[in-house]
């Protein structure tokens, strides 16, 4: 049975963290949390807002973890009304012809294979009658224009992810579910700890706004797409990137 849950997929990330604060401020009730590696900050985040914070854990990077964290749903009957998918590994920088088929295949799994089996439980037997819901997928400013050279890996995955956000947008909107995405430019996050610190500065020096995105930035526009006043966007990308690319 669907209830007034929010399941956030990755939780435990600098954008996650932001949003369950920024959600839990909006009055929020139920925060389901995932967190494979993070619980240290899960476990804050409690601290800070008691008994909104429900932590799940789950190991994305396989298909028998996903199946757990779905599993773990199941067996306490939590269908979440609202899905929000954020999980990602550090960005690197590589060129195509020195990529490695096997991160390739985990990546995929952590962002793609991931959201397809939590998506396939969510949604399963929704009907017009039910209340809306929501899906929200946080994507990549490589999906708006061209993107930069020496992420094909990365590009890839966000365009697979951008094609299931617009093919679910399509089959589902009829039944009450509104399914978009955000796509930031670069965002200050430990995500970035890998990123050679020139690249950094130059997105920050090129941004019409002189910074880079921040997590706030992120969250702020997924608690907007969350809420009724988005209640008739759907199929949407939504940039991110202070102009950057639009």
Same mark, same amino acid.
């Given at each position: 049975? +669907?209830?007034? =849950? #929010?399941?956030?997929?990755?939780?435990?990330?600098? #954008?996650?963290?932001?949003?369950?604060?920024?959600? !839990?401020?909006?009055?929020?009730?139920?925060?389901?949390? $995932?967190?494979?590696?993070? %619980?240290?900050?899960?476990? @804050?985040?409690?601290?800070?807002?008691?008994?909104?914070?429900?932590?799940?854990?789950?190991?994305?990077?396989?298909?028998?973890?996903?199946?757990?964290? #779905?599993?773990?749903?199941?067996?306490?009957?939590?269908?979440?009304?609202?899905?929000?998918?954020?999980?990602? +590994?550090?960005? $690197?920088?590589?060129?195509?012809?020195?990529?490695?088929?096997?991160?390739?295949? *985990?990546?995929? @799994?952590? @962002? &793609?294979? =991931? %959201?397809? /089996?939590?998506? @396939?439980?969510?949604?399963?037997?929704?009907?017009?009658?039910?209340?809306?819901? $929501?899906?929200?997928? !946080?994507?990549?400013?490589?999906?708006?224009?061209?993107?930069?050279?020496?992420?094909?890996?990365? *590009?890839?995955?966000?365009?697979?992810?951008?094609?299931? &956000?617009? /093919?679910?947008?399509?089959?589902?909107?009829?039944?009450?579910?509104?399914?978009?995405?955000?796509?930031?430019?670069?965002?200050? *996050?430990?995500?970035?700890?890998? &990123?050679?610190?020139?690249?950094?500065?130059?997105?920050?020096?090129?941004?019409?706004?002189?910074?880079?995105?921040?997590?706030?930035?992120?969250?702020?526009?997924?608690?907007?797409?969350?809420?009724?006043?988005?209640?008739?966007?759907?199929? /949407?990308?939504?940039?991110?990137?202070?102009?950057?690319?639009?």
């Amino acid at each position: 049975m +669907s209830d007034d =849950s #929010i399941l956030i997929i990755g939780a435990s990330s600098d #954008i996650g963290a932001a949003l369950v604060r920024r959600l !839990a401020a909006d009055g929020a009730q139920r925060l389901l949390c $995932h967190y494979n590696t993070g %619980l240290a900050r899960i476990e @804050q985040l409690q601290s800070e807002l008691g008994a909104a914070i429900t932590p799940i854990h789950g190991d994305l990077s396989s298909a028998s973890g996903t199946e757990a964290l #779905i599993e773990s749903l199941r067996r306490e009957a939590i269908v979440p009304r609202s899905v929000v998918h954020l999980p990602a +590994s550090k960005l $690197h920088y590589e060129r195509f012809a020195k990529t490695k088929a096997s991160l390739f295949d *985990t990546e995929w @799994q952590i @962002q &793609v294979g =991931s %959201l397809i /089996a939590i998506l @396939q439980y969510s949604l399963a037997g929704q009907k017009r009658d039910q209340p809306r819901r $929501h899906v929200i997928v !946080a994507l990549s400013s490589v999906t708006l224009g061209l993107p930069p050279k020496y992420l094909s890996m990365y *590009t890839t995955i966000k365009y697979a992810q951008l094609g299931l &956000v617009r /093919a679910l947008a399509a089959e589902y909107g009829e039944l009450g579910v509104l399914v978009n995405a955000v796509s930031p430019s670069m965002v200050e *996050t430990q995500l970035l700890s890998e &990123v050679p610190r020139q690249i950094v500065e130059m997105s920050r020096s090129q941004n019409p706004m002189g910074r880079n995105a921040s997590a706030g930035d992120v969250a702020g526009v997924i608690a907007f797409l969350l809420s009724p006043a988005a209640g008739f966007l759907n199929g /949407a990308n939504v940039p991110v990137t202070g102009g950057s690319v639009v």
